[in-house]
């Protein structure tokens, strides 16, 4: 993979941005040229490739964001043979003019022209010379940290797909050890002096790690990242090379639930099916589709918070297959909850009312959510209310981003303890799936997860609760949060 991201490598004046915005206030924390910079890096969903977005950025000449596959500690510009010219590879897109029918992150579909040491030529028609000219370029850790991309910075605030792919087996290899790994995103002024920096990074014990600041605050103070159909992935899975329309419409993650808990969502949404002619009986469902065992996902679960003590909320919803109309396979499903889960599972009398140091004095770290209130009010020693899923139901970024701006404006719920989540990815009707319309949930969430990472970043994220995305590595809802919780807690 690493020999492949050669293909991929970025002139260093690459392409515009994906979508640009110049922002007019200025935050109190401000840094270089009266603001305080920031970057982000992301996946895309559809084809995997590496994102990079900024805010506040002075964007001069000179600047560049460039990214690397070690950690950055210094850049210097050095003279190299012209040798091939490196291309640029990614399709902008403005946000002020894409359509919804546009493909937004991770296009890359049309190649622009290459980039040789004298200005543009196209593919092709690159002249062959005598004397091989030099080029300056930038160099990061005196040559031996390799860069991949090279974007030069238009706009305050931007959002790239650079079309470097990303592998999800260096996602396989994250413990609840990691922290940064894989790609560096750097900013770096004409002097090479890096301005800001971030990399692809885990949050394994975020909760745990701000026990004391977060400890008196409950569940529903917090902003808290959760994954829409949490148990709709598979294992390996490339969807560049086993894609189909089961798949499209199927899968809504690329991380297995570990994974997700590894990167820091704390809200899994599980939608479980009955499957009476297989020896394990329980499986996730994603509408009628089979997905995971359900055994298999409340084992990652039990591993992840046994070594974190994290607590997660274990949303169990709509129990799409094979339940019927009475309550028989639900009593199942609880007595199979409390077999698996045991001790794990937070006592009910806590209510929604208890903060994070209150469960965690109980030594437990699981909240069965359950969404049926018959069944609720029978196990008073094992579940908790559901949590309230706010649905748009919608196939388009406008609806999407009015219900969501709805829902927080007129937020009677902040006066409840009970936790909401704001359900932001859209959702295909039947006859769009028969017929394909979108092009898969991967397209569709690669439409708004960038713009989902904007409103909540930029607008909503202060009183949000849970919000629940599909392909969340898509978007930049866990740094976001965790920027929101490190207010709250006053730091």
Same mark, same amino acid.
């Given at each position: ?103 937004? =992150? +991770?296009? #890359? ?7 040789? %040491?004298? *200005?543009?030529?196209?593919? $092709? ?86 026990? =004391? +600041?977060? #400890? ?7 902003? %808290?990242? *959760?994954?829409?159909?949490? $148990? ?89 297959? #094979? ?169």
């Amino acid at each position: 993979m690493r020999q492949l991201q050669l293909v991929f490598i970025l002139a260093l004046c690459i392409c515009p941005a994906i979508w640009a915005q110049q922002l007019d206030t200025l935050p109190p924390d401000s840094g270089p040229d009266g603001r305080q910079l920031k970057l982000w890096l992301t996946i895309s969903a559809r084809k995997r490739f590496v994102e990079i977005s900024w805010k506040n950025a002075p964007a001069r000449d000179g600047d560049q964001v460039l990214l690397t596959i070690q950690d950055p500690h210094t850049f210097e510009l050095r003279s190299v043979p012209t040798g091939t010219p490196l291309a640029g590879f990614t399709k902008s897109r403005d946000s002020d003019s894409a359509s919804e029918s546009e493909e937004s =992150s +991770g296009s #890359g579909a049309d190649q622009v022209a290459f980039v040789p %040491i004298h *200005g543009y030529t196209t593919p $092709g028609t690159v002249a062959k010379a005598d004397v091989v000219p030099m080029r300056e370029q930038w160099v990061s850790n005196g040559g031996n940290n390799q860069i991949v991309a090279a974007i030069k910075p238009s706009q305050s605030a931007q959002w790239f797909t650079t079309g470097v792919p990303f592998d999800y087996a260096l996602s396989r290899n994250v413990t609840t050890h990691s922290d940064c790994y894989g790609y560096w995103a750097s900013y770096i002024d004409d002097h090479g002096r890096i301005l800001a920096k971030t990399c692809i990074r885990a949050h394994p014990r975020w909760m745990t790690n701000w026990h =004391s +600041g977060l #400890g008196d605050l409950r569940l529903r103070d917090l902003f %808290i990242p *959760g994954t829409h159909d949490s $148990g709709s992935y598979r294992p390996n899975f490339d969807p560049l090379l086993r894609e189909s329309l089961v798949t499209k419409y199927a899968l809504t993650q690329d991380d297995d639930i570990r994974g997700q808990l590894l990167h820091g969502a704390r809200y899994l949404d599980i939608r479980v099916g009955f499957y009476r002619p297989s020896e394990e009986k329980f499986f996730i469902y994603h509408g009628i589709t089979k997905q995971r065992p359900l055994k298999e996902v409340i084992q990652q679960v039990k591993d992840f918070v046994q070594e974190t003590n994290e607590i997660v909320i274990f949303g169990l919803k709509e129990f799409p297959v #094979g339940f019927g109309k009475n309550l028989a396979v639900h009593h199942l499903l609880v007595a199979y909850l409390r077999e698996q889960f045991g001790d794990f599972i937070v006592h009910p009398s806590l209510t929604w009312h208890a903060t994070l140091r209150d469960i965690w004095k109980r030594q437990q770290n699981v909240i069965l959510a359950y969404d049926k209130s018959e069944v609720v009010q029978q196990y008073p020693d094992l579940l908790f209310g559901g949590v309230d899923q706010r649905w748009g139901n919608v196939q388009s970024w406008p609806r999407l981003e009015r219900h969501l701006r709805y829902i927080n404006d007129f937020d009677v719920s902040r006066f409840s303890s009970r936790p909401v989540v704001d359900m932001a990815e859209l959702t295909p009707e039947t006859w769009d799936v028969i017929l394909d319309k979108h092009g898969g949930l991967r397209k569709m969430a690669d439409n708004v997860n960038w713009r989902i990472s904007q409103l909540y970043r930029d607008e909503l994220g202060e009183h949000a609760n849970i919000v629940a995305a599909d392909f969340i590595r898509g978007t930049t809802l866990v740094e976001t949060a965790l920027e929101m919780n490190r207010k709250k807690m006053g730091h």
